[in-house]
């Protein structure tokens, strides 16, 4: 039995209706309120380190975003992924919070932040960018192509395996990279398609000066696939704005040192 495993036990997921269908979530802890939105081959169990070790002081829910874990599709655009995430944290809070988003997750958070962002406390934008502004008719590009054919046709944990190589150093731990291969795994195509044609179309470097709320930009210096060059807009046009660099990490920071990342998480939203 995994270690995810493992701790997904101590953690069941919890299920919401919303609008658009069923969205599932994990939560844990109590305290200063905090969703963590995960990446295009992540879900819920990307957060268990943080969900466990920072539940002294933090309520946390980790989403399944649609058509990942058991949540229901719902579009196919950042926007339509923002609503989804505005209509649930109506439903868990009724205040400012703070946001956590990963990768794809970073798109969806800096969406809420524009869209609403008397909902947003305190934003943190990890190893993310402001989408790749693709139009409809130039469709997606040939390595999105290849990943959606992949996990179409190779078996699950080939599929997962890819996907761990990508996204962490080729001296990652035999432990590490089991973990990231495993949620990697678990990816629903239709989930997927959607996420990743958001990624493809979304262009939100127009809006970034409208983030009102205290950022932070999280990059690591190991991370080829979404390096500081990637995310220096963010750094020139969000208002209130500061960086911190993981040396050492790939994609995936929260599970690869995630005593390291979950300091940042906690020095930026209550130790301040």
Known sequence: MSDVTTMEQQMPRSIVRLSNGRLSYLENGSGTPVLFLHGLNGNGSS???????????MKMWAWDAPGYGESDVAGDSVTDLANVAIEFLMACDSGPVNIVGHSMGGLVAMK????????????????????????????ANERYQRRLRELKELPREEYGRRRAKG???????????RR??????????????NAAWAIQTANLQPELSQIQAPTLVITCDRDSVAPLKKAQPLLDQIPDVRHLELRGLGHAPYIEDALRYNAAVSDFLIGV
């Open 47 to 57: 957060w268990v380190d943080q969900l466990s070790a920072l539940a002294p002081t």
């Open 112 to 139: 809420i932040a524009i869209m609403k962002p008397g909902l947003v406390k305190r934003l943190i934008l990890s190893c993310t960018h402001p989408g790749h502004g693709l139009s409809d008719q130039e469709g």
């Open 167 to 177: 996204m962490l150093p080729a001296d990652a731990s035999d432990l590490v990279f």
């Open 180 to 193: 990231v291969a495993d949620i990697a795994a678990e990816s629903r195509p239709e989930g997927v398609v």
